[in-house]
């Protein structure tokens, strides 16, 4: 199946991720698959409780929102060839 990754109540594939990404940067980039180390964890659950106990902080974002203002930031700092 691959990696999980959780975002907030969502989880999704490390494949999902690399493949929306793909998508919203009109990339023509190739995946490449390779084995996992023997001791990964093939799950994640991500666990903001500290953040938000410490900084008062939590995700306000979905993370195809973030991606995509993540992506206009690039767009607008990085120079195109």
Same mark, same amino acid.
């Given at each position: ?5 959780? @975002?907030?109540?969502?989880?999704? /594939?490390?494949?999902?991720? +690399?493949?929306? +990404?793909?998508?919203? %940067?009109?990339?023509?980039? !190739? #995946? #490449?698959? !390779?084995?996992?180390? +023997?001791?990964? %964890?093939?799950? &994640? !659950? *991500?666990?903001? *409780?500290?953040?938000? $106990?410490?900084?008062?902080? @939590? =995700?306000? $974002?979905?993370? +195809? ?6 992506? /206009?930031?690039? !767009?607008?700092? $990085? =120079? &195109?060839?």
């Amino acid at each position: 199946m691959g990696l999980l990754i959780q @975002e907030t109540l969502n989880e999704f /594939t490390i494949l999902e991720l +690399v493949e929306k +990404v793909i998508e919203m %940067t009109g990339s023509k980039s !190739k #995946i #490449i698959f !390779k084995l996992l180390p +023997v001791d990964d %964890t093939m799950q &994640r !659950k *991500s666990d903001n *409780s500290l953040a938000k $106990v410490k900084l008062n902080w @939590e =995700p306000k $974002v979905q993370l +195809v929102e973030g991606q995509g203002k993540t992506i /206009t930031y690039f !767009k607008s700092v $990085v =120079p &195109r060839d």
